[in-house]
């Protein structure tokens, strides 16, 4: 525990990719398999629901550090994370405890699930006298399940390649599906690279940049392959053996939520992997990714789900075929190859992603201004010859896979509200609600937490500080005199909200100090927004077309 604890603090102490990449591999090379396993759960996102109720760490916290709990409601209010406002609090506790962090985990966190409540504040009790103040630290995060290090997935599967000498790729290949953080698990991890993937396994999904300019900076138009970015669930549909597995972009097994996707298993060749999204899907066309939303959590499909959203897997690129790895080869050899897979199951779920005609870069730029009224959020483009990678990769100057989206739908908002973020950002105020005018009246329809530098928050931090009007727990009014520019992907009907509207992926783009509020925008606006929306759709031409000469070339 305290070799993981001690990795924490250096991780959390420092801003360098460099420098975290470096501590973690020195702590994989040392650690045993079973402690490794469970840190590489841990790091990687992953986390158990939380095991003891606030409201028992609360009490027991202020028990032990002897103060009021009005003085411990203002400490919290100051640090913003329970966490570390018990960390602070407890009294000096031991000088660490020589149990692996393996052992701290499967036989002191995991059993207080189930626990008594008196034993639950005996185990307490005793780990935070046990404990250094690093430890006391780690172990809080991971009992409130509020466990985030900065670090990414990705960072990690470097850190335990370096340490076990292994290609990233590989390490993140065997890291998709369900792994599990035991011993075993760890050690097949660390395998010589000449294993199969196992039965359901996915790959790694291989990612794209944003397109930072003028695309003519990519060279030749001709060197790429465009296709529309679709605007649903990114999938992998693997089948073999007999058995077929549907996966999320986010390693989520979703086979049994889309079954019209799962029975496309009986259609397609053992040993056959599809890159695609999920889309819901009607008459040769995309519709709305709330349409796509009905879908997503329920765990009951009745016939009238299944008709009023139905779904399609459009798919883009062949990983395997017949169990061989194609992803060495040339993008342009596995597309065809994906065109002929398709044409021979002959399923209506089944869609190929045409690719989109241009013999310029304008003429792709003439397309990529259609992609709103096409229900689709611009275009993609993948070089000819790229391989399928892992992870968002760059090789040499340039990506070989760029999205380059259409921008995005924005209104002029009024801050009302904000709340605490969370990890490092748990002592500023950095999600925020938004509103806009209604007669008269400010109307929230938005909450964001994106889009802004850290200077930029810290400014914003100080002025919710400053201009606060009520405080509700985490949350506290602020006086309306901010205004900020809001991009948004996409705008729909809502009966949930108060304003009667939703957007998609609402970020910030730009804080307005040149904009009073009364010149904020209206709710008439963002209803306009949605008619203009909903009138391209209805004026394009949604049907998917194959040009005889580049349909998936």
Partial sequence: MRAFAELYAALDATTSTRGKLEAMREYFARASDADAAWALYFLAGAKPKQVVPTRVLRELAREEAGIPEWLFDECHEAVGDLAETIALL???????????????????????????????RERLREAWRALDANGRLVWNKLITGAFRVGVSRQLVTRAIAAAAALDPRLIAERLMGQWEPTPAQYRALLAPAATSPQRGQPYPFFLAHPLPGDPSALGEVAAWHAEWKWDGIRGQLVCRDGETFLWSRGEELVTDRFPEIAALGARLPAGTVLDGEI?????????????????????????????????????????EDEARDLRPLPFVERCARLAELVAAAAAPALVLSPAVPGESWAALAAQRAEARGRGVEGLMLKRRDSAYGAGRVKLGPGGEWWKWKIEPLSVDAVLVYAQRGHGRRASLYTDYTFAV?????????????????DAEIRDVDAYVRANTIEKFGPVRSVKPALVMELGFEGIQSSTRHKSGLAVRFPRMLRIRRDKSVAEADTLARLHALLGETARAEASGDHTIVYPPSTAQD
């Avoid at 889309?279 to 789900?305: D, E, H, M, N, Y």
């Fill in 90 to 120: 407890l009294p000096d506790g031991g000088e660490g405890d020589d149990a692996s962090f393996a052992t701290w985990v499967e036989a002191r966190l995991l059993p207080l699930r189930d626990a008594a409540p008196a034993l639950v």
């Fill in 279 to 319: 889309l819901a899907w009607r008459g040769g066309a995309p519709l709305p990714f709330a349409v796509l939303q009905q879908r997503i959590g329920r765990k009951t499909l009745g016939s009238k789900l299944l008709a009023d959203a139905p779904v399609a897997f459009v798919v883009y690129d062949l990983l």
């Fill in 437 to 453: 005018w209604h007669e008269g009246a400010l109307v929230p329809f938005a909450k964001a937490y994106s889009g802004l530098t």
